[in-house]
Each structure stands twice: as C-alpha cells, then as structure tokens.
C-alpha cells in the first residue's frame, strides 16, 4: 500500500463493538435475559462451516446462549421448516440465522420467510425487507449492509448528497446496502451485470461499495481521487504462498487514489459478525420491553 489512503480497520472497529455489546450482555443477564443465537447450517460447505463455527465462537465470548444445528444436505424443506418454527416458539432463542448458501432442493425464501421477523437477525424476512425499502427503521437491518454503514459514519460525519456506487445487487449485501445509503441522503447507483460500463458508474463514485465476488475487479482507475472504498468481496485463491483470501478490489492499486479504503480480510468481515450480535442483542432487549408492558 502507498500514497496516503487511510487502511479502515474494521476489525478493530468490531472489536470495540463486541465489547460494548458484551457489557450489554451482562447487563441483560443481571435481570434475567440470556439473548440467544440459534445458527442452523444445512450441508458441509467447508466455507459454510467456518463461519458458523466462527459465529458461535463469537457469540459465545459475548456471553450471550449459542445453539447450532447442523443439517445433512439431504434435509427436506419440511423439516427445516419444522425446526424452524420450533426455534420460533424457543423462548431461549432471540435470533435465528439460516446458513446461506441453502442447497438447491430447499426454496430460500420459503425458509426465509418463516422465520419470526423479531427473531430475522440476518434482516431477510420480506418483511424486514420491506420495511428497509421504505425507509422504516423498525425492522432488522442486514449485518455485512450494516457493518459498511458503521465503517462509512467513522470516515465520513454525514453521508448526506454523497455519490454512492454499490457494485453488485445481490439481496445479501448490495440492494440493501443501496437503501441504507439512500435513506441516508446518498444519490445512490447500483450496478449488476447487465450494466454498460461499470468503470464509468464507479469513476463517479465519493462513496464505492464492492460486492461482486470477483477478485480483483475494482482497478486503481476506477476509483476517484478521495473516494472512499468498501471491499466486501471475499475471494479464496491459490496464491504462491499457498490459498490466501482477496476482495473485489485491487487493493495496492486503489489505494494510490483512494481517501480510506477497507482491506481483506480485516475490513467488512469481522463487522458483520459484530452487527449479527448487535442484532441479536436488539433482538433480546426487544423481547424485555414487551415483558415488561404486557
Ligand atoms: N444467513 C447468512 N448470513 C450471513 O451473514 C452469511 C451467510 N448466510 N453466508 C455466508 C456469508 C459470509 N459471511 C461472513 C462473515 C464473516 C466473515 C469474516 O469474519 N471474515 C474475516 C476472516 C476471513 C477468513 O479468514 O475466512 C475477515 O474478512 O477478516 C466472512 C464472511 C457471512 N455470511
Ligand atoms: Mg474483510
């Protein structure tokens, strides 16, 4: 890395979060309330498998009730919905995380959308979504779309009139990210496959969002003067020295042109983690101040 662009340190960023929430944890435990995470897996993606177990490390070192279910590949759509509904009605249970990718029998947002929307910590739920798309603020917000937004406030004090680019529109990370940045103030582009010159779109970018899963995209010439650059692009490669992970972005590269720029991994990774505990937490809190009314 050169020239002056700023390394967005987004594990640190998560750390100081994580902390916080573990206090939180503690104080909700103190009055009777252990939030819970149930993190359900179905196959044995190795990837897959990673990540749950990281989340359930994580999640545990919060102090907060872990469960994880792991689901042959063969499991029917029945009985993940079944189990579903059965964390639904687990009063232990305060979040609820379905592994993607599913395999390709089970239909996703079947599944999704029988989640309890109060217990949707990954923001899926239609109806969450819906409620993102229109700019309520009552619903539960996508963890990765979320981590970026909290690197993004400590680069820049208001998003306000920013001109965002979010490359890729996946419903996991780009379309949300679109209507956080929107509801923000942002004039906001999303680009996909079927766009024209993604480099163009980019070029404009005070704001650019990566999410396209693939290595490497985003070149030092793509990226204007000052920009800042969020790399959500998580890529495993064969390096020479054995497999290593890159994101969409030419990091060395960027960062000649770029104000702060997120790196891999250590940028958005270790933030969606600590929003999917953010959201847990909120989950949790949530089910108190209904105790507490009825
Ligand atoms: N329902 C659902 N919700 C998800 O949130 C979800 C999912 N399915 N399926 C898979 C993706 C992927 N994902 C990551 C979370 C943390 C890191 C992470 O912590 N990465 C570290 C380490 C990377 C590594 O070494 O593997 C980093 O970037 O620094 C990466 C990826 C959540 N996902
Ligand atoms: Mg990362």
């Not at 490497?216 to 000052?226: A, Q, T, Y």
């Amino acid at each position: 890395m050169s020239a002056g662009a700023v390394m967005i340190n987004g594990k640190a960023v998560a750390e100081m979060m994580t902390n916080t929430i573990a206090r939180e944890v503690a104080t909700l435990r103190a009055q009777g309330i252990t939030p819970g995470l149930a993190v359900v897996l179905v196959g044995d993606d190795p990837a897959s498998t990673i990540y749950v177990r990281s989340k359930v490390r994580k999640t545990e070192a919060v102090g907060m009730h872990s469960v994880c279910h792991r689901l042959p590949t063969d499991t029917t759509q029945q009985a993940l919905l079944a189990l579903i509904h059965a964390l639904n009605d687990d009063r232990a249970i305060h979040g609820i995380l379905v592994q993607l990718p599913l395999p390709p029998h089970i239909q996703r947002d079947a599944v999704l959308d029988a989640i309890d929307p109060a217990k949707d910590v990954d923001g899926f739920h239609i109806l969450n979504v819906g409620k993102l798309a229109v700019g309520r603020t009552d619903g539960m917000i996508p963890c990765t779309p979320m981590g970026c937004m909290l690197l993004l406030r400590r680069f820049l004090p208001s998003l306000s009139g920013r001109h965002a680019v979010v490359i890729g529109c996946s419903n996991i990370v780009g379309r949300p990210m679109a209507r956080l940045l929107l509801n923000e103030g942002c004039t906001v582009v999303i680009t996909h496959l079927q766009t024209r010159d993604v480099a163009a779109e980019a070029r404009q970018a005070d704001i650019l969002i990566v999410a396209a899963g693939h290595a490497g995209l985003v070149r030092g010439d793509w990226v204007k003067p000052g920009a800042v650059v969020i790399d959500v692009g998580i890529n495993r490669i064969d390096g020479t020295n054995g497999p290593t992970i890159v994101g969409d972005v030419a990091f060395d590269e960027v960062a000649d042109h770029a104000r702060a720029i997120t790196p891999v991994p250590g940028g958005v990774g270790p933030m969606t983690i600590a929003c999917l505990l953010q959201n847990t937490l909120r989950a949790a809190s949530m089910t108190t101040s209904k105790d507490v009314t009825l």
